[in-house]
């Protein structure tokens, strides 16, 4: 068991076109320091933390927990898709008892603008649907975050509803797997 459920930990390196979706690994350490450290991958996400408090408090192998996805392209990491639970506490859910999955992305801005965000969630998203057969995936993200919206439109992602958090509007929004008919 993890937390997302009954699901195998780490599954499979995942290959794609051009992608590897694999655990995160001791080598990944500078990448994860950089996003969490660079203005333009926060700017909506609560800013940047400091890279000097950031070295001190990210462990050796950062990200090694279920559902979270290092994003590798020619063996190196240039962002993270992570399935988890929704918190309960958090406003936008779909169902009474909360948890249910949720979808984020982080990628590094030389990594922008070349559909690898697309192309590694719709392989997250697929490996999800195997794993979890019949479950949906919700995200959230601010509206005023064009990429974002952009790339939830994509993979299929729907509006659900429209909140306010942390002074930002925010979209939430739904995805279901498509079931075989028949
Ligand atoms: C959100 C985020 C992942 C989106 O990144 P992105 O680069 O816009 O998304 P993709 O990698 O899918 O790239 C899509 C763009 O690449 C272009 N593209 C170029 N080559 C492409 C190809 N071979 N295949 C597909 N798209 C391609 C698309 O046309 C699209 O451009 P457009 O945005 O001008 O329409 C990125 O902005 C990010 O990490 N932001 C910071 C973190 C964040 O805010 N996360 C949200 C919280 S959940």
Not at 2 to 11: C, D, I, K, N, S
Not at 38 to 50: A, D
Not at 71 to 95: F, K, N, S
Not at 154 to 167: A, D
Request: contains cysteine; negative net charge; charged residues 25%.
């Amino acid at each position: 068991m993890t937390g997302l459920g009954p699901v195998a930990w780490p599954p499979a390196p995942i290959r794609t076109e051009r992608l590897v979706l694999r655990e995160s690994e001791a080598r990944d350490r500078a990448a994860f320091i950089e996003l969490f450290a660079s203005p333009e991958v926060r700017t909506y996400l609560g800013g940047p933390r400091p890279r000097d408090e950031l070295e001190s408090v990210v462990p050796e192998v950062p990200g090694r927990r279920p559902g979270v996805f290092v994003i590798d392209l020619d063996g190196a990491m240039i962002g993270t898709v992570t399935l988890d639970r929704r918190d309960a506490e958090r406003p936008g859910h779909l169902r009474p008892d909360a948890g249910e999955a949720e979808l984020s992305y982080m990628f590094l801005p030389e990594a922008w603008g070349c559909g690898y965000a697309t192309e590694a969630c719709a392989a997250a998203l697929g490996w999800f649907a195997d794993a979890l057969p019949g479950e949906p995936v919700v995200l959230c993200t601010q509206t005023a975050n064009d990429r974002s919206m952009r790339l939830a439109t994509k993979l299929g992602f729907t509006e659900v509803q429209r909140f306010e958090e942390w002074g930002a509007e925010q979209w939430f929004g739904v995805w279901s797997p498509v079931t075989p008919s028949g």
